[in-house]
């Protein structure tokens, strides 16, 4: 039978619960157990699919399609749990899924309550997560902060869990802020004794305090937090700000959180062994040799959350490339009035995420012209795809005009567009093309020299797709389509002759990189970055490449 944690979060939200969830399955694939973690959303929306990113940050996309909070990407990138629809579940789902049942009449003519129908069906889904994945311990994060009024439902259902399964298989972890008063000069402790409080009000006692601090905590303070918390001292672990977030595992290893782990669990497993994560995955993503700015052109720049995986996919490059990358986020409307040539220059690679709408198109597609004429790596992720088909249609086969039916229903040549399929499509949330397909590659092409075989699988989440009438000209005019969905003939990936690394592709190759085996398609980029950085710094750069 699996073995159960719940991790909770207290005193504020941003504690980086996920992180912390996936360190702690880091730490115990470290010691041969197999794991997987799901995340519980208390927000009433289905799915994030249909939510601004400024509300919610990326959406993250699994194999299987489900649309799903940008904490699934952490647990992917820290551990080998395969993430699909059964791992995210939103308060929208359990009562979606409970009055469903209800008017199918499955209740047999009782009251449905939050306790225990909605209790019942919260625990449900934890049991399907655990049989799915067959693993030997779940680790369930409950988002939201204890003490909310929306996630009361998921932490009782959290404290029935270890009635039904006895206390031996459930462990409760608290995610708490233990902060640093600067004109005091002194680390407090009372709002970690106030969350705690607060859920040993609902009945949760936690067996592991992580405690999130700038500055390291005394012996005394160990001891007086595991004193009014009623927590174990070894078991009260300091979180204290790190460099990477990679490092994470590590400072719980330190503090043999996976030994309090295991043996709350009564398991014996082997040794921890994180000897491969620490060289080749922490040690090169701090010290690295070289360094490399690439832009990100978006239009959600301000918010961190919002291009989560991309940010991660292009560290876990430099770490491929002993490379630090410093990402210049670059709002595509600052480039609208100002010109690409002003914000661009000096860069040594331009990406172009994935996004929606009309704002800061003009923008990206001139930053593509700029990366293509001045022969600077651009990667196109989706969206970014879409502008780099538009700008070579206006600006190389002279389709003056060319847009994407998405923001020009009317335009003359309708260069991105919908498929009759999607063209029926009522409904926003749920039906865009998501999750994986294949994706044939031709050879001779940079993606292939960059993925090393024919058919790769990659995870979509859009709509609009590229127009094949438009295919022949584009080719004449030294597109290459590298990658197709043969089943449907969707293009999925384009790609420039003549240039050091212009790949542009309708997917999300973000969502699949890992910070012990960067992307390929990142990898790649940042290594023609690379290049490039070292020419600018050579002299025969300046000559051959004026306009920079
Ligand atoms: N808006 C585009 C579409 O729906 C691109 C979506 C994206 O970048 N994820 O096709």
Known sequence: MAKFIFVTGGVISSLGKGITSAS???????????VTLMKFDPYINVDPGTMNPYQHGEVYVTEDGAETDLDLGHYERFTHAQMTKFHNVTTGQVYNAVITKERHGDYLGKTIQVIPHITNEIKERVKIAAHVSGADIVIAEIGGTVGDIESLPFLEAARQFSLDMGKDNVLYIHVTLVPYIKCAEEIKTKPTQHSVGTLREIGI?????????????????????????????????????????????????NQVLDEIILSHFRLISKSCDLKDWEKNVVERAISPKNKIT??????????????????????????????????KKID????????????????????????????????KIKAIKFAREKKIPLLGLCLGMQCAVIEFARNVCGL????????????????????????RVKNLG??????????????????????GKALVKERHRHRYEFNNKYKKIFEKKGMVFSGIYQKKNL??????????????????????????????LFR????AGLALSKLYESDIGVRGREGF
């Open 24 to 34: 702690i399955g880091r730490i115990l694939e470290a010691r041969g157990l197999k």
């Open 205 to 253: 006692q936690p067996d592991v305090l992580i405690c999130r601090t700038e500055k390291p905590l005394s012996n005394e303070l160990k001891e007086k937090i595991s004193l009014f918390c009623n927590v174990r001292k070894e078991a009260v672990i300091e979180a204290k700000d790190v460099g990477s977030i990679y490092q994470i595992p590590l400072v719980f290893k």
């Open 294 to 327: 690439v832009a990100v052109v978006g239009k959600y720049i301000t918010l961190q959350d919002a291009y989560k995986s991309i940010y991660e996919a292009l560290i876990h490059a430099g770490i491929a490339n002993d490379a630090r990358v410093e990402v």
């Open 332 to 363: 595509s409307e600052i480039i609208e009035k100002q010109g690409a040539e002003k914000i661009l220059k000096g860069v040594s690679g331009v990406l172009v995420p994935g996004g929606f709408g009309y704002r800061g198109i003009e923008g």
């Open 400 to 423: 003056k005009g060319a847009n994407s039916s998405e923001f020009k229903p009317k335009t003359k040549y309708p260069v991105i567009s919908l498929l009759e399929e999607q063209s």
């Open 430 to 451: 749920g039906t865009m093309r998501l999750g994986a397909y294949l994706c044939k590659i031709k050879k001779a092409s940079l993606a292939y020299k960059s993925y």
């Open 491 to 520: 293009v999925e990936i384009v790609e420039l002759k003549n240039h050091p690394y212009f790949v542009a592709v309708q997917f999300h190759p973000e969502f699949k990189s890992k910070p012990n085996k960067a992307h390929p």
């Open 524 to 527: 790649e980029f940042i290594k």
